[in-house]
């Protein structure tokens, strides 16, 4: 059972920046896809940024050129860089892995943009 924990949310202006962490309890160099997802109130569910199998990255079209994400392997972790915020990224951020055919879930961290 691939256990993921994000930290790093919080309260953070308009055009400020913020590093989201996601630890994985296993060894994240095998797990194929592996993102970040953000659910707004009242809205569905949205990809924020993967990283799949050999090292492509998809950006979610609202984030392309403000958000960066990457792995350190030897951590086990996944970031999640986040710059140029606007109020319209305010959401509980997810992190997500796909592993041996399943889909694991952390248990999110806020992300308030706000003056």
């Known amino acids: 059972q691939v256990q993921l924990v994000e930290s790093g949310g919080g309260l953070v202006p308009p055009g400020g920046s913020l590093t989201l962490s996601c630890a994985a309890s296993?060894?994240?160099?095998?797990?194929?896809?592996m993102g970040w997802y953000r659910k707004a109130p009242g809205k569905q569910r949205e990809l924020v940024a993967v990283?799949?199998?050999?090292?492509?990255?998809t950006y979610g079209e609202s984030v392309k050129g403000r958000f960066t994400i990457y792995q350190d392997n030897a951590a086990n972790t996944m970031y999640l860089q986040m710059s140029s915020l606007k109020t319209e990224d305010t959401a509980v951020y997810y992190c997500?892995?796909?592993?041996?055919?399943?889909?694991?879930w952390g248990q999110g961290t806020q992300v308030t943009v706000s003056s």
């Open positions: 997500s892995a796909r592993h041996l055919s399943r889909n694991y």
């Open positions: 296993e060894n994240i160099f095998n797990f194929d896809d």
């Open positions: 990283i799949h199998v050999g090292g492509r990255k």
